[in-house]
């Protein structure tokens, strides 16, 4: 995958913290800050799903209702969820 350069400006303290952490680290800026957007996005990943399970739990009812258990009862492993 090529590479995209981009152009941010941060404070000077910011800017001395996040050198230091690569630095820490042993990586250069470039991944350092590439970690921290990775990381970012992982958490929006979970975040999303913990949100998608609560309301599924919430709602569950609802659904079955509506549309049915899609799952035959014989099918299920270890009894119901």
Known sequence: MG??????RVDATTAEMARER????GISMNQYIERL????MGETGLRFVDAAAQF???YESEFLAEFGDPVAP???QGGRR
């Open 3 to 8: 590479k995209k350069q981009l152009n941010v």
């Open 22 to 25: 690569a630095e820490q680290q």
């Open 37 to 40: 957007v990775l990381q970012d």
């Open 56 to 58: 599924m739990k919430e």
């Open 74 to 76: 014989g099918d299920r």
